[in-house]
């Protein structure tokens, strides 16, 4: 059997273009002991996917040169050597950018169809869910009353941080490029305000949205924004660095936070995270989501582009800022 | 009674120059209640004196225009009309830089010259002192056979920070310019290691000597050097932010830190400090410390220069790094 896969070619400098891809047709192996055979149904596009395509050391390694685009995503078991999975089960794993995939089961687990549509365990139910609730509730720790600012607010983790300091009782201010997030964020999402940074002045906005300053930041974007962010901030402020998509297709050095001695002057702190160190704690965290979710307290939102062929355009769609929601491939078969 | 003051005449662009100043002679006034007249024998010089000469917001108010220059001092009082203080008694107060002072006792307590040097109350036993003990402890939280790396080692909070880091077990490497300094370090306060930022490479030196990585950080000048340490930073690493004097004359703005993105990485943590939250815990770490000194643990290192009207130029041995300890100027009278 064949799988399309996307092979990381070149690593980039800058912006990702066609060039860094091949896009290729490869016989799958059959199957060792403990794998499975996986129909691909949807692939996961996260920011993060650009810092694993550059070399050197980070929180994970880098993928090789010729390998698979490391990529989450959610599929159908169609064989399998491992007696806890079964043709049929619909799971969750590493699969890469590909239509089906042979690998260990190490890694994998089954996700339900009848509890959700399969898309949102990439998104609420799967790593940004995660992300947003360790981040928001264990770094940010938001008190109630308080008020919370995150930015890339439309997106897969943005909007689910956002809800969780609602649902916390914070004040809570999203900034998003655009006019029709923004309405989303506030009209839909229950946010209390959102700023436009593609057609408005984040230092004004934040002024006159945070009158009472800002206790808590969970920071996305990086860039001119965790600066403006960085003079608004309240005493004992707490700064989620989470990701600084801004910055990640640089090709001169990453924009530092000049305003970082506000810190200083606020005995403030900042704080990075990565959603792996709460593995232990994710079936509680999805339990409780779960719960907010049914209580339509907790909004899932999905951006769904169709066809695996598109991935290399797909992915830029993120540092374009064009993603409403969690972005995922559907596979077309 | 005349007093010679240093005045702030007008607010500096960049580094400090003389037209900064006024140095005045101005006829003191008589005491009204609960007010003291002090004769200042030593003046505190510190970093954080040139944030106070800029307008605008910070963890205190700046000077203003016309006012005596703000400092800490120790001096002899002369009158009172507080009963808790006599002719006599030696005080440490925010006097400013002049050579007599009359000004309200709130604020100002009683120092003992029996017990240390008149001058070390501006040093180890003094606010330096203070900010070192509660950031290095409270803030870096250093265990036992962690690596603590400090900047600005050579200088009155530094060279305190990494002695209490070597009392608690701490493998120490500090980071000061010309071999002079990393000479003291190493062989009269107990470093570990020192790398001489001004005459070699500052992230060889921590390759070399940091061979486990950084644990914590504490970071009196910021710039290239806080770049420097966060490429070394470990897992849940913690960087203290106690100041950033090789910014603080910049005309351009503040440089922040480019590998900022490290702390995402590790898990790490920056965090901002003022002494002043501490006040009331104050005697305590005033004890812990003198039992220190007295055990020997702990040596104090002052760096006296004779004369009020040196002021100017004084003050401007921070911003080169030409102190080593604790800068305070004698005053003569």
């Not at 090789?64 to 079964?86: H, Q, W, Y």
């Not at 808590?216 to 990701?243: E, P, Q, S």
């Amino acid at each position: 059997m064949k799988s399309r896969q996307f092979l990381l070619a070149k690593r980039p400098i800058g912006t990702p273009t066609a060039e860094n891809w091949d896009y290729v047709e490869t016989e799958l192996p059959s199957l060792a002991e403990n794998q499975v055979k996986v129909k691909v149904l949807y692939i996961s596009l996260d920011p993060a996917m650009r810092g694993w395509m550059n070399e050197g050391k980070s929180y994970i390694p880098p993928v090789g040169i010729g390998e698979v685009m490391r990529a989450g995503g959610v599929g159908e078991v169609l064989e399998s050597t491992d007696p806890n999975f079964k043709p049929g089960d619909y799971v969750y794993g590493g699969f890469g950018v590909c239509d089906y995939a042979v690998l260990p089961t190490q890694g994998i687990h089954k996700v339900d169809p009848n509890l959700a549509p399969l898309e949102r365990y990439l998104g609420v139910l799967g790593m940004p869910g995660m992300t947003a609730y360790f981040g928001i509730l264990d770094t940010g720790q938001p008190k109630e009353g308080e008020t919370v600012v995150v930015s890339g607010a439309a997106g897969a983790v943005g909007t689910v941080v956002g809800q969780i300091a609602k649902i916390k009782g914070c004040r809570v201010v999203g900034i998003a490029g655009g006019e029709d997030k923004c309405r989303y964020l506030v009209e839909e999402l229950g946010f209390d305000a959102a700023i436009d940074y593609k057609n408005s002045d984040v230092k004004k906005g934040l002024k006159e949205h945070c009158p009472d300053g800002v206790d808590v930041f969970f920071d996305n974007v990086g860039g001119d924004i965790l600066d403006d962010v960085l003079t608004r901030i309240n005493m004992k402020a707490r700064i989620v660095v989470c990701g600084a998509i801004s910055q990640y297709n640089n090709t001169t050095p990453v924009k530092g936070p000049s305003n970082y001695l506000s810190l200083l002057v606020n005995r403030a702190r900042m704080e990075g995270i990565v959603v792996f160190d709460n593995v232990a704690n994710y079936p509680k965290a999805a339990a409780e989501m779960a719960g907010w979710i049914a209580q339509g307290k907790l909004v899932a939102k999905e951006h769904i582009v169709e066809g695996l062929e598109t991935f290399p355009d797909t992915l830029m769609m993120l540092f374009r800022g064009e993603n409403f929601g969690k972005l995922v491939i559907k596979v077309d078969h």
